[in-house]
């Protein structure tokens, strides 16, 4: 499967972004979706998750309550809207793909088969 994650920019700590990952080349619900973000010299980090059906989902604590991941199997995407953005929230942030619904960690980098180029998402302050 190919990823393609959009939807990133430069906005004002308070505001919305939503980023996009579209999906090509295989059957999308196959696959959970995963974004992580990473900042200038720091390692990449998880941000949400959603399962195969998008009835799980799971979020790192420092989004918890702001960002929402959902996915639309018919259109083959996922989607993660950020609300309440902050500073630190600046990254590139990247949506991944895992195949097989066994042993799946949502917020371990090595669970996922698959990666998307990055989007940058800048935060001011």
């Known amino acids: 499967v190919q990823l393609q994650a959009s939807g990133g920019g430069l906005v004002q700590a308070g505001g919305s972004l939503r980023l996009s990952c579209a999906a090509s080349?295989?059957?999308?619900?196959?696959?959970?979706i995963g974004w992580f973000r990473q900042a200038p010299g720091k390692e990449r980090e998880f941000v949400a998750a959603?399962?195969?059906?998008?009835?799980?989902?799971f979020y790192a604590d420092s989004v918890k309550g702001r960002f929402t991941i959902s996915r639309d199997n018919f259109e083959n995407a996922a989607y993660l809207q950020m609300n309440s953005l902050k500073p630190e929230d600046t990254a590139d942030y990247y949506c991944?793909?895992?195949?097989?619904?066994?042993?799946?960690?949502?917020?371990?980098?090595?669970?996922?088969?698959?990666w998307g180029q990055g989007t940058l998402v800048t935060v001011s302050s």
């Open positions: 991944a793909a895992r195949r097989s619904q066994r042993d799946w960690d949502p917020s371990r980098r090595g669970t996922y088969d698959y």
């Open positions: 959603i399962s195969w059906s998008g009835v799980s989902t």
């Open positions: 080349g295989r059957t999308f619900s196959w696959y959970a």
